[in-house]
């Protein structure tokens, strides 16, 4: 069996590395990328502020600075 790799099946499918079909096709891949990078950059940030927001000493501190407080 004969195998491929991935720049042979972009060049055939996709077109040659330089067309205006492939250049298309890679600009989009590295926005599909960093879209993807910076959705689950954020998804860990929110887990981060969810666990900050459960531990005692940051309740403590957001009472501290309640506009009800002062």
């Not at 491929?4 to 040659?16: F, N, P, W």
């Not at 989009?28 to 666990?51: S, T, W």
């Given at each position: 069996m004969k195998t491929y790799t991935i720049e042979e099946i972009a060049d055939k499918?996709?077109?040659?590395?330089?067309?205006?079909?492939?250049d298309a096709f890679e600009e989009e891949l590295q926005r599909d990328v960093m879209a993807q990078a910076i959705k689950k950059n954020q998804?860990?940030?929110?887990?981060?502020?969810?666990?900050?927001?459960?531990?005692?000493a940051s309740s403590l501190f957001s009472a501290a600075l309640s506009p009800e407080r002062a």
């Amino acid at each position: 069996m004969k195998t491929y790799t991935i720049e042979e099946i972009a060049d055939k499918y996709i077109g040659k590395q330089g067309t205006a079909k492939r250049d298309a096709f890679e600009e989009e891949l590295q926005r599909d990328v960093m879209a993807q990078a910076i959705k689950k950059n954020q998804e860990k940030r929110h887990l981060a502020q969810m666990l900050n927001a459960k531990s005692p000493a940051s309740s403590l501190f957001s009472a501290a600075l309640s506009p009800e407080r002062a």
